[in-house]
């Protein structure tokens, strides 16, 4: 039936609220950072939670709730049978039966799941089957049609907030003029043929049918999103189309018919995530190799790391255009459920995605193993000797090279486009492969992953360049938390152990008087403060000295340079106690936590929300507040613990043992900065603190000034971590504890780095494993979702930022580590060029970037905030001045640069004149 529309049909839409970019995602478990990377989201309520709503919501993405209108299935067709609101009529094509529009109850329904939605947080509703009354008889349909011009109607007058998002509904569109706010199709170029499950193209015919249909609303503005559907292994098809869909003045969303790939539209997210596949037989994930020695690298390559248990739960869903890449650590053998297991590596084979294997092949399969192009022999080999060596991938890194062939797997090539690593031959005359990069990713196997002894364990393959080989990883901007403006992030945080322990000083001050005095207010840090109650506070292990060490914390807490934050109440060696029992050798040498009077049985809520209360009503000035826990002894909460501080509104911190030093300069010392678990986000310790630098504070007490050694090997020839100065109270005890930590803050001097709060520094962190970034038509990049990040690492052969085509670039940084690009939002795009570009851009800043922003190619209006007098430079040729308010501050010259000081903590919608 063809509709002729009237041109008043008009848009609700804003044009400055206008989609430039859809995505749908009808599946479990919505990936929420590159979904924020759409401005629409279309989601299944049943699918996704109200948080993550809320998170979507946060980025800035308007999140829909999808609606089926006019047919009814799964969950929902029990109760509208009971209802008697179903037409009797079935589409046996989707296995759905027809509702009955006119049915007063019916339209009730729908509104009240539309207003629960609503309540949910959703800001529109993508209105589903608005045609399928048409599958009626002719005789019903002009009562179908009035009915559901009458829900659209209560639709619009009760929520009134929510956006309305068509599918089709050529039937009413003509009647809601100026109500619609978009309108998508299905299938204008490539579809979908349900019966028989296959991809087809569209014909001419139906194709300018659509286009007739859709011609009065593009004149009027509505916009209009071209659903199209392709294989998942086409994607240059998919961008090819996107183009040709987005030059007709359609919005693209080119995905798959179940709904559950991110696809293309006008960007495309770049694939930022590594499944990184341990076996729980050998142990929790924090004792995981591939956790602990290759976490923390691949977070500085720039990716999130999701850990997935190899056991019945392992997911089957599809990873194309989520996941770059999966790499798989196990040592065991096959696990438990080896079907699953296997057809979990035969659905990332077929979606082309790169496997890695390191530590063993956990497959025994031969199908499997064929498509690999490799076979397992029997028996171990005895002696070695080396036939073939890629030294850019082994033996060139940390350690050189040894014969091993003890735990060997005798595994041989049969494929040819392998291109082995390392070539070995054993006593049988057998050709061994233990390092490989092969078409679909690779292998690196034990016992040559390193070089292992009493004192130290060093990498034997250079893991950079294996990871970056097998997995195929592409050249893209890098989230960065270490650097900042220019500056390397420094952070500095206590926990509150030792604040009753007095110093071996004249006068015998407490601990907290001689940290407040030499370390807070000596030197120019901000510094986030913890305490433990339960060594403080009246309830606690020393009640006699509420009323001597309470002042000492109030007093450090009303330095503005300090950030407060809690130790809990009874200091947790043990997080969870029952678990750590059951430990060879459990022998805690401190008990299970403070053995606090009239506290027999540790309670997690006492601990993390108690302690919290305590300090904000007892220690704290008026304006702050602790939103921050430093987990304590051990430091591996409990998926519990974790959720309780999150619903409290508290960070959380420390945990892992990044410890590098001279004596043992390997980056196996390098733990991640991530632990997920199903109660939130664990935030390791970004390096470890003093405690292991000397013997668990057994001495030598100068020890903690090998922390330098950390800070060194971490910024060269990669900055792999921040300048990150973590302590305890205690260290303000001891002469030679005091002289260690002089030297520190000396060395921290020199490198002028950008101070930071702990609660500031870990929503950058957050960055790392919720941000995204994605690639537009136009060839930018756009990155949003960033959590306060504020940096990205280029590589150098992707060029330099255009700083006018870009948006909240304020400059780059090129230094020996990398070239580091400021950005001045959580939402920015870069746009880049060959070479470096001659407008003013920002090169280093002391305090944090709020905005940027070129008025013209040499007028900028910017803002900082932070809590030092901002001091700045500027990249440009010519000269400058910044207009502050009713001041005027020329710019100084030096070399290249053009620098400046204000004495202030805050600039606001300052205007920097050059020419």
């Given at each position: 039936?063809?509709?002729?529309?009237?041109f008043?049909?008009?848009?609700?839409?804003?044009?400055?609220?206008?989609?430039?970019?859809?995505?749908?995602?009808?599946?479990?478990?919505?990936?929420?950072?590159?979904?924020?990377?759409?401005?629409?989201?279309?989601?299944?309520?049943?699918?996704?939670?109200?948080?993550?709503?809320?998170f979507l919501s946060?980025q800035?993405?308007?999140?829909?709730?999808?609606?089926?209108?006019?047919?009814?299935?799964g969950?929902?067709?029990?109760?509208?049978q009971?209802a008697?609101?179903?037409?009797?009529?079935?589409?046996?094509?989707?296995?759905?039966?027809?509702?009955d529009?006119?049915?007063?109850?019916?339209?009730?329904?729908l509104?009240?799941?539309?207003?629960?939605?609503?309540?949910?947080?959703?800001?529109?509703?993508?209105?589903?089957?608005?045609?399928?009354?048409?599958l009626?008889?002719?005789?019903?349909?002009?009562?179908?049609?009035?009915?559901?011009?009458?829900?659209?109607?209560?639709?619009?007058?009760?929520?009134?907030?929510?956006?309305?998002?068509?599918?089709?509904?050529?039937?009413?569109?003509?009647?809601?003029?100026?109500?619609?706010?978009?309108?998508?199709?299905?299938?204008l170029?490539?579809?979908?043929?349900?019966?028989?499950?296959?991809?087809?193209?569209?014909?001419?015919?139906?194709?300018?049918?659509?286009?007739?249909?859709?011609?009065?609303?593009?004149?009027?503005?509505?916009?209009?999103?071209?659903?199209?559907?392709?294989?998942a292994?086409?994607?240059e098809?998919?961008r090819?189309l996107?183009?040709?869909?987005?030059?007709?003045?359609?919005?693209?969303?080119?995905?798959?018919?179940?709904l559950?790939?991110?696809?293309?539209?006008?960007?495309?997210?770049?694939?930022?995530?590594?499944?990184l596949?341990?076996?729980p037989?050998?142990?929790?994930?924090?004792?995981?190799p591939?956790?602990?020695?290759?976490?923390?690298?691949?977070?500085?390559?720039?990716?999130?790391v999701?850990?997935?248990?190899?056991?019945?739960?392992i997911?089957?869903?599809?990873m194309?255009?989520?996941?770059?890449?999966?790499?798989?650590?196990?040592?065991?053998?096959?696990?438990?459920?080896?079907?699953?297991?296997n057809?979990?590596?035969?659905?990332?084979?077929?979606?082309h995605?790169?496997?890695?294997?390191?530590?063993?092949?956990?497959?025994?399969?031969?199908?499997?193993?064929?498509?690999l192009?490799?076979?397992?022999?029997?028996?171990?080999?005895?002696?070695?000797?080396?036939?073939?060596?890629?030294?850019?991938?082994?033996?060139h890194?940390?350690?050189?090279?040894?014969?091993?062939?003890?735990?060997?797997?005798?595994?041989?090539?049969t494929?040819?486009?392998?291109?082995?690593?390392?070539?070995?031959?054993?006593?049988?005359?057998?050709?061994?492969?233990?390092?490989?990069?092969?078409?679909?990713?690779?292998?690196?196997?034990?016992?040559?992953?390193?070089?292992?002894?009493?004192?130290?364990?060093?990498?034997?393959?250079?893991?950079?360049?294996?990871?970056?080989?097998a997995?195929?990883?592409?050249?893209?901007p890098?989230?960065?938390?270490?650097?900042?403006?220019?500056?390397?992030?420094?952070?500095?945080?206590l926990?509150?152990?030792?604040?009753a322990?007095?110093?071996?000083?004249p006068?015998?001050p407490?601990?907290g008087?001689?940290?407040?005095?030499?370390?807070?207010?000596?030197?120019?840090?901000l510094t986030?403060?913890?305490?433990?109650?339960?060594?403080?506070?009246?309830?606690?292990?020393?009640?006699?000295?509420?009323?001597t060490?309470?002042?000492?914390?109030?007093?450090i807490?009303?330095?503005?340079?300090?950030?407060?934050?809690?130790?809990?109440?009874?200091?947790?060696?043990?997080?969870?106690?029952?678990k750590a029992?059951?430990?060879?050798?459990?022998?805690p040498?401190?008990?299970?936590?403070?053995?606090?009077?009239?506290?027999?049985?540790?309670d997690?809520?006492?601990?993390?929300?108690?302690?919290?209360?305590?300090?904000?009503?007892?220690?704290?000035?008026?304006?702050?507040?602790?939103?921050l826990?430093?987990?304590?002894?051990e430091?591996?909460?409990?998926?519990?613990?974790?959720?309780?501080a999150?619903?409290?509104?508290?960070?959380?911190?420390?945990?892992?043992?990044?410890?590098?030093?001279?004596?043992?300069?390997?980056l196996?010392?390098?733990?991640?900065?991530?632990?997920?678990?199903r109660?939130?986000?664990?935030?390791?310790?970004?390096?470890?603190?003093?405690?292991?630098?000397?013997?668990?504070?057994?001495?030598?007490?100068?020890?903690?000034?090998?922390?330098?050694?950390?800070?060194?090997?971490?910024?060269?020839?990669?900055?792999l971590?921040?300048i990150?100065?973590?302590?305890?109270?205690?260290?303000?005890?001891?002469?030679?504890?005091?002289?260690?930590?002089?030297?520190?803050?000396?060395?921290?001097?020199?490198?002028?780095?950008?101070?930071?709060?702990?609660?500031?520094?870990?929503?950058?962190?957050?960055?790392?494993?919720?941000?995204?970034?994605?690639?537009?038509?136009?060839?930018?990049?756009?990155?949003?979702?960033?959590?306060?990040?504020?940096?990205?690492?280029?590589p150098?052969?992707?060029?330099?930022?255009?700083?006018?085509?870009?948006?909240?670039?304020?400059?780059?940084r090129d230094?020996?580590q990398?070239?580091?690009?400021?950005?001045a939002?959580?939402?920015?795009?870069?746009?880049?060029?060959?070479?470096?570009?001659?407008?003013?851009?920002?090169?280093?800043?002391?305090?944090?970037?709020?905005?940027?922003?070129?008025?013209?190619?040499?007028?900028?209006?910017?803002?900082?905030?932070g809590?030092?007098?901002?001091?700045?430079?500027?990249?440009?040729?010519?000269?400058c001045?910044?207009?502050?308010?009713?001041?005027?501050?020329?710019?100084?010259?030096?070399?290249?640069?053009?620098?400046?000081?204000?004495?202030?903590?805050?600039?606001?919608?300052?205007?920097?004149?050059?020419?």
């Open positions: 039936m063809f509709i002729f529309f009237c008043s049909v008009q848009a609700a839409t804003a044009p400055d609220s206008r989609p430039e970019s859809v995505a749908f995602w009808y599946a479990d478990s919505p990936p929420l950072p590159e979904l924020s990377q759409f401005d629409w989201v279309v989601l299944e309520p049943g699918h996704a939670s109200v948080a993550d709503v809320a946060a800035g993405a308007l999140p829909f709730a999808y609606l089926s209108v006019g047919e009814v299935d969950g929902m067709l029990a109760e509208a009971s008697g609101v179903l037409s009797g009529t079935a589409n046996t094509l989707w296995q759905s039966q027809v509702a529009l006119s049915n007063p109850k019916w339209q009730a329904m509104l009240e799941r539309a207003k629960s939605y609503h309540e949910q947080g959703y800001d529109g509703l993508f209105l589903d089957t608005l045609d399928s009354f048409t009626l008889a002719d005789e019903r349909q002009p009562a179908q049609r009035e009915g559901l011009l009458a829900l659209l109607e209560a639709l619009h007058e009760q929520l009134p907030g929510m956006k309305l998002f068509f599918n089709r509904g050529f039937e009413v569109l003509p009647a809601f003029a100026g109500v619609v706010d978009a309108v998508a199709v299905e299938s170029s490539a579809g979908w043929n349900a019966a028989s499950q296959t991809y087809v193209p569209v014909s001419a015919s139906d194709r300018e049918w659509l286009n007739g249909q859709l011609a009065p609303l593009k004149d009027v503005g509505i916009p209009l999103v071209a659903i199209e559907y392709l294989p292994d086409q994607p098809q998919a090819s996107a183009k040709e869909l987005v030059s007709e003045g359609y919005i693209p969303v080119i995905t798959s018919p179940d559950d790939r991110l696809g293309v539209s006008s960007i495309e997210v770049q694939p930022r995530r590594i499944a596949v341990y076996d037989r050998e142990g929790e994930l924090t004792l995981n591939g956790h602990v020695y290759l976490g923390g690298l691949l977070e500085y390559l720039g990716y999130r999701d850990y997935i248990p190899a056991d019945a739960d997911p089957l869903s599809p194309s255009g989520l996941y770059a890449g999966v790499v798989i650590w196990m040592t065991s053998g096959t696990p438990a459920d080896v079907y699953r297991f057809e979990f590596i035969s659905a990332r084979l077929d979606e995605i790169p496997v890695a294997f390191m530590g063993g092949i956990p497959i025994d399969n031969p199908a499997i193993l064929s498509r192009g490799v076979n397992k022999g029997v028996g171990d080999p005895q002696s070695v000797q080396l036939i073939q060596q890629d030294e850019s991938l082994i033996g890194f940390e350690a050189p090279l040894r014969m091993h062939s003890r735990d060997l797997t005798p595994l041989q090539v494929g040819s486009d392998l291109v082995p690593g390392l070539t070995l031959r054993d006593s049988a005359e057998r050709t061994l492969v233990p390092v490989a990069i092969a078409p679909w990713g690779g292998f690196a196997l034990s016992p040559y992953l390193f070089q292992e002894s009493a004192a130290a364990r060093r990498w034997v393959i250079d893991p950079f360049a294996f990871v970056t080989r997995l195929r990883l592409v050249d893209m890098t989230l960065d938390a270490t650097t900042e403006n220019g500056r390397r992030i420094a952070t500095v945080h926990d509150g152990d030792g604040f322990s007095r110093a071996e000083v006068g015998t407490y601990s008087e001689v940290v407040l005095k030499d370390f807070i207010q000596a030197h120019d840090y986030s403060v913890s305490v433990i109650e339960g060594e403080i506070g009246a309830k606690g292990m020393y009640p006699y000295l509420t009323k060490l309470e002042p000492i914390a109030r007093r807490f009303a330095d503005p340079k300090v950030e407060p934050a809690t130790h809990t109440f009874s200091h947790p060696f043990f997080w969870e106690p029952e029992r059951l430990r060879d050798g459990f022998n040498e401190y008990g299970i936590n403070m053995a606090i009077p009239n506290y027999p049985v540790m997690l809520n006492r601990e993390i929300v108690g302690s919290r209360d305590y300090i904000n009503t007892h220690l704290l000035p008026p304006g702050k507040e602790v939103k826990i430093f987990w304590s002894g430091a591996l909460p409990s998926p519990d613990a974790i959720g309780i999150y619903a409290a509104g508290m960070a959380n911190v420390n945990g892992a043992e990044t410890y590098i030093t001279r004596a043992n300069p390997s196996t010392g390098l733990n991640p900065l991530h632990r997920p678990t109660g939130g986000l664990q935030i390791y310790a970004p390096v470890i603190n003093e405690n292991l630098y000397t013997n668990l504070w057994n001495g030598p007490f100068y020890g903690f000034e090998r922390v330098v050694d950390t800070f060194e090997i971490t910024d060269a020839p990669r900055r971590r921040g990150n100065l973590y302590y305890h109270f205690y260290s303000g005890t001891k002469q030679a504890s005091l002289r260690a930590m002089a030297d520190i803050y000396t060395y921290m001097d020199r490198q002028q780095p950008i101070s930071l709060w702990m609660g500031d520094y870990l929503r950058r962190v957050r960055g790392l494993y919720e941000g995204g970034l994605a690639k537009r038509l136009d060839g930018k990049w756009q990155l949003r979702s960033l959590q306060g990040m504020r940096t990205v690492r280029l150098p052969e992707m060029g330099w930022p255009d700083m006018l085509a870009s948006s909240a670039v304020a400059g780059v230094l020996p990398g070239r580091y690009v400021h950005l939002s959580d939402n920015a795009v870069l746009a880049l060029q060959p070479g470096r570009d001659s407008a003013p851009s920002l090169e280093q800043a002391n305090i944090p970037l709020t905005q940027w922003h070129y008025r013209s190619e040499r007028e900028i209006e910017l803002s900082f905030a809590k030092f007098d901002l001091r700045f430079s500027v990249r440009y040729a010519g000269s001045e910044l207009n502050v308010g009713q001041q005027r501050i020329k710019g100084i010259r030096r070399g290249a640069l053009v620098e400046f000081a204000v004495n202030r903590h805050e600039v606001s919608n300052a205007i920097l004149s050059c020419r």
